[in-house]
């Protein structure tokens, strides 16, 4: 049976899309899953009660998640409430600061809807460094392996 792959993307500028680009890169070296890839604004609840598994990248701005990122949750959160217990995700966090305010925020979001992060969140912090690269991609893939293999 084909899983599905949810990967929730905020991507606003040429080096966010490069690594969103990097993660559907190692999703696609997986066979058995299917990914969807969206924006926060196109996202609704039913996106994520349709999925096995989640991805987030969002960026920091000003010390917490991007705006977008937030109305995602803001208009999604009581739906899912008690709907996905257990639901796997990984997040990424394309930082300048150093995403600790993104990060306590989205641990303490996906606490209340009983998800269950399958990997530390990965904060990309700092100035660019092409080493985010290969870092997405490898996100991507275990995750969809994870996926694949019943292992998540």
Known sequence: MTKRLLFLSHAPSPNTQRIELAVCEGMAQVTGVSALVAPPLGTHAQDVL????????????????????????????????????????VTLIRAGLDGTGTKRALTGIYSGLGWRSVAEISVLQ?????????????TGQAMAEGLAAGIF
């Open 126 to 138: 700092g100035a660019w460094s092409d080493d985010f690269i290969p870092l997405a991609r490898d």
């Open 50 to 89: 349709d999925c096995d598994g989640l991805i987030l990248l969002t960026t920091e701005n000003i010390g917490y998640m991007a705006g977008l990122t937030k109305d995602f949750f803001d208009r999604s959160y009581n739906e899912l409430l008690d709907q996905r217990p257990g639901l796997p995700v």
